[in-house]
């Protein structure tokens, strides 16, 4: 993995929670009003106000927290469809109880497509070329070497990329404990700073 700025402390920030509806695809779901009332304790984190550089997937949910974080850090937000949550496309829209079983065979065999989901290899490998992308456009943008990108994206995107940095095998440990949370790395070292946290 070569990150392309050195010194950069990236936050990568899962959206908080969502309208779900069965009927919307799910790329097109919004926060919802709990999501937005979580979304106010990200706000008045500190490296949010002194953010260089914003970066989202384009799924509306992961957008809708990336402008917010921007209109604080008085930055654009720069869309990078790749940060998107693995493709779950061949499923659609499963009941909870339902998903989270899929959810842990995804994690579990990595190697594997689970009826026909995107595999996390695939999805992991695709994630880290576009956070590589996400820092190569900071970098290009002048953002200072000693300061923040935000990337706000999804639960599992954030968990391979944790895996990637940690240099460990693919597991769901490394789930975040909820939607809404988030973690920090260094983009020179891929130290990862600590877990992911709950807003």
């Given at each position: 993995?070569?990150?392309?700025?050195?010194?950069?402390?990236?936050?990568?920030?899962?959206?908080?929670?969502?309208?779900?509806?069965?009927?919307?695809?799910?790329?097109?779901?919004?926060?919802?009003?709990?999501?937005?009332?979580?979304?106010?304790?990200?706000?008045?984190?500190?490296?949010?106000?002194?953010?260089?550089?914003?970066?989202?997937?384009?799924?509306?949910?992961?957008?809708?927290?990336?402008?917010?974080?921007?209109?604080?850090?008085?930055?654009?937000?720069?869309?990078?469809?790749?940060?998107?949550?693995?493709?779950?496309?061949?499923?659609?829209?499963?009941?909870?109880?339902?998903?989270?079983?899929?959810?842990?065979?995804?994690?579990?065999?990595?190697?594997?497509?689970?009826?026909?989901?995107?595999?996390?290899?695939?999805?992991?490998?695709?994630?880290?070329?576009?956070?590589?992308?996400?820092?190569?456009?900071?970098?290009?943008?002048?953002?200072?070497?000693?300061?923040?990108?935000v990337i706000a994206t999804h639960g599992g995107v954030g968990t391979l990329l944790q895996c990637?940095?940690?240099?460990?095998?693919?597991?769901?440990?490394?789930?975040?404990?909820?939607?809404?949370?988030?973690?920090?790395?260094?983009?020179?070292?891929?130290?990862?700073?600590?877990?992911?946290?709950?807003?």
């Open positions: 993995m070569a990150w392309q700025a050195a010194g950069v402390i990236v936050y990568v920030v899962s959206h908080p929670e969502v309208l779900v509806d069965p009927a919307v695809p799910v790329p097109q779901w919004g926060l919802s009003p709990a999501g937005y009332e979580r979304l106010q304790r990200l706000l008045v984190m500190p490296w949010v106000r002194s953010a260089s550089f914003v970066a989202s997937s384009a799924e509306r949910k992961a957008v809708q927290t990336a402008q917010a974080v921007a209109q604080i850090s008085q930055c654009a937000v720069h869309v990078e469809e790749e940060l998107g949550e693995n493709d779950r496309s061949a499923t659609g829209f499963v009941p909870p109880q339902q998903f989270e079983a899929l959810a842990d065979a995804f994690f579990a065999e990595p190697e594997r497509s689970v009826r026909g989901w995107e595999m996390a290899a695939d999805a992991q490998r695709r994630i880290v070329a576009a956070v590589d992308r996400v820092l190569g456009g900071a970098r290009l943008a002048g953002v200072p070497e000693d300061s923040q990108v990637s940095l940690r240099r460990t095998a693919i597991a769901r440990s490394f789930d975040q404990p909820g939607q809404g949370s988030w973690y920090s790395f260094d983009s020179s070292t891929h130290h990862v700073h600590h877990g992911w946290r709950r807003l």
